[in-house]
């Protein structure tokens, strides 16, 4: 039987991954342990939220980009950080081009 229930769903900030769902205590790409600061949300689709693990490793493909204010990776498609509401706007770089620059 399924249950229409909407899990929350965190993000890793050591490897990136996104859309990590709750039942996980530990990243399943690099098997960090989520920190307690860890900020969860809902899906916006909550559909998104009954993907499988394959469904959900592409999920992850997609650039996240990062809070100028408060530091937080927001997802790609979101238009305000999930954690201060700043508008992304004022964050230029994405995930990807912050790491490949970091040297
Ligand atoms: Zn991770
Ligand atoms: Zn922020």
Redesign the pocket.
Known sequence: MEQKRIEGLWD??????RA?RARFA???????SRGIDTVFYLPEDTGEAALTEEQAAKTTDRPDWLCGYCDSYNRSDAAFCKKCGAPRSHSNEDYGTLHKDRD
């Open positions: 890793c900030v050591f490897c990136g991954s990590i530990t990243c399943p790409n690099c098997g960090k």
